[in-house]
């Protein structure tokens, strides 16, 4: 006879999963067994640590627009997921966590974990996750299954967990009795679509042909809702700028002329310059945070808004749009589309004029950054040699610091649609490589490239060795300037006094490179500007996975502001900025 573990198994194949990333422990082996039996649809990867088994299901998630999913033992494999959870949570990103639990009555038993491993894990989820479930019985789990699916893909998107208990997985399955079902409407996100009221089209539309310097925003949730080819057809026609978030970079191609890039503090020059003279600006997909929102600086005052949003808490936060438009990015994008009539084109001559000047300027400040043959390496030098070999499919995946940024301005997206992964829900340390796991897994047929500082990297060098096991072609960038960067210019143009940001000394300067061949990958390492093309071009024609180690400027940095303050002289503390700790006022948009 069958037992629980197959039925989980069994569901997860029906759902379209193709792959769980976690580690097994005697409470979940029931699962791992269930898979076993059915490689030809569903597999396990073996992660080097939970908190990364989040990781690659968050990057699987972003890439297919299904639920990733992870798996844990109990106590100690269970309270590493929250890093990926939050993550998941926080952007919007499918996830089900199937988290093994102590046999149900042992409950007395799991304080100060008296029952090894145990805890309140329940009470933990649901603290990190947008919901999480306890299996009460076997008879249950079916239905806990398809609710999990259920939520995990319904608006807004986030993490579950699913708590099963030792004795419930380890049950025997009676397949007669216990009948399975899926609900194939959430095997992928979003899970149902809506639609703005017509009336609500109609005044969003007129406010769109009125404006004189339109701008279109777009966030995360151009992705989400797979709608980027949509959004693309649609900025053609808008006759304004478009810029994105980290996360939706990709909503548009970078190459077309109303497309200044990123709108970042660590983003594009370009963006953050141009975003200031919009009459109107269509947030699309994106919940206007600290950083897309430039500190809460935008919108201001005087410049009318609408959002869209299949959140309803979205629109309103912190400002009063002049337009909300509530549901689905693909379809509210499709009927403004409709409701502006086949005759507009949008073309506002001197707004185009005004964005193709910036643009240029912005390009120019770029082109001198890429052509620098200092040594160490200018990292805009690096980014631009990475572009020059990327294919139209490929696929990179962005550390957290300054990393994001140098991908953000020196890399463009070529054609719609996620090929630029970003952890923006909370920004951690250590996301590239494992969420290059899950990455490659789902596009086995491209390549993968990982851009990450060597702080990053140091978090989750481990997960190497699960990229060597599965002879994933991911090629690792690690530009290592021997500090914690950004921490390193915070202190020191804010409190002149840098305090443990060094992660080298004179005697000990790890070796990147050297390490991942210790661990059976590639590993090139490069000092001189020369260097760079050759060590890429042979981490790229290599057929499995591959560090390449760059060495670079300590003193660079893609935040536009730090540039300045470097450029103006930073022997003295600067003053502390606490203006960045205070919420802007909330503001009411204007019409037009």
């Known amino acids: 006879m069958a037992h629980i573990g197959d039925l989980v198994a069994e569901m997860l194949a029906q759902y379209g999963v193709e792959y769980v990333f976690g580690m097994p422990g005697g409470q979940t082996t029931a699962l791992h067994d269930g898979i076993s039996r059915r490689n030809d649809r569903i597999q396990h990867i073996l992660m080097r640590d939970e908190r990364n088994a989040a990781y690659a299901a968050d990057a699987y998630a972003r890439l297919t627009g299904k639920p990733g999913v992870c798996d844990v033992t ?13 993550e998941a949570l926080n952007a919007s990103i499918p996830m089900i966590g199937i988290v093994g639990e102590l046999p149900l009555d042992w409950l007395p038993l799991k304080d100060k ?3 090894s491993q145990g805890f309140d894990q329940l009470s933990f989820f649901k603290s990190c996750s947008k919901d999480a479930w306890l299996v009460p019985s076997v008879a249950a789990l079916p239905e806990l299954i398809r609710t999990a699916f259920r939520v995990a893909t319904s608006p807004r998107p986030g993490p579950v967990a699913l708590l099963i208990p030792h004795d419930i997985f380890d049950a025997d399955w009676d397949e007669e009795k216990l009948t399975i079902r899926v609900d194939d409407r959430s095997r992928q996100a979003p899970y149902l679509r809506s639609n703005a009221p017509a009336d609500d089209i109609a005044r969003a539309a007129a406010l769109i042909r009125k404006a004189k310097r339109p701008a279109l925003v777009c966030g995360g949730g151009v992705h989400g809702s797979d709608a980027a080819g949509t959004v693309t057809a649609f900025a053609d026609r808008f006759g304004g700028l478009v810029v994105t978030s980290l996360s939706g970079k990709g909503s548009v191609p970078e190459t077309r002329p109303y497309a200044a890039g990123v709108l970042n503090p660590l983003g594009s020059w370009a963006a953050i310059e141009l975003i200031q003279e919009a009459d109107l600006i269509v947030w699309c997909g994106s919940k206007v945070s600290q950083n897309t929102g430039m500190n809460w600086t935008l919108p201001k005052p005087d410049q009318a808004t609408i959002t869209i949003d299949c959140d309803p808490l979205e629109h309103g936060r912190t400002f009063r749009p002049t337009v909300p438009l509530l549901g689905d990015v693909r379809e509210i994008i499709a009927a403004l589309g409709a409701a502006l009539s086949e005759d507009f084109t949008g073309t506002r001559p001197d707004w185009e004029a005004r964005i193709a000047a910036v643009k240029a300027d912005g390009e120019a400040r770029k082109a001198e950054e890429i052509a620098a043959d200092t040594v160490p390496i200018s990292p805009p030098r690096v980014m ?10 490929d696929v990179i995946v962005s550390d957290a610091s300054f990393a994001a940024g140098w991908i953000a301005g020196y890399i463009p997206a070529k ?10 829900g909370q920004g951690a340390l250590g996301y590239s490589v494992p969420g290059a796991i899950g990455a490659a897994a789902t596009r086995p047929d491209v390549r993968i490239v990982t851009v990450a500082g060597d702080g990053a990297f140091s978090y989750t060098v481990g997960e190497l060795v699960t990229q060597a096991q599965n002879r ?3 090629v690792n960038v690690v530009i290592n300037n021997g500090k914690l960067g950004w921490i390193q210019l915070w202190q020191e143009l804010y409190f002149n006094n840098p305090q443990s940001v060094e992660l080298e000394t004179q005697s000990l300067k790890p070796g990147f490179a050297a390490a991942a061949e210790g661990l059976g990958l590639k590993g090139f390492y490069v000092e001189r500007p020369e260097e760079i093309g050759a060590a890429l071009d042979a981490a790229f024609a290599h057929d499995g996975p591959s560090v390449v180690e760059v060495r670079i400027d300590d003193r660079a940095t893609p935040i536009h502001s730090f540039k300045r303050r470097l450029k103006d002289g930073s022997d003295k503390a600067r003053p502390r900025p606490g203006t960045v700790y205070k919420l802007r006022d909330w503001k009411i948009s204007p019409d037009l």
Request: hydrophobic share 45%; no cysteine; charged share 25%.
């Open 113 to 115: 974990g008296i029952a």
């Open 415 to 424: 054609k719609p649609g996620r090929q630029f992964v970003y952890a923006r």
């Open 74 to 86: 109990v106590g100690p494999g269970a309270n590493l997921l929250p890093a990926g959870f939050l």
């Open 472 to 474: 994933q072609r991911i």
């Open 384 to 393: 631009d040699e990475i572009a020059r070999r990327l294919g139209a499919d």
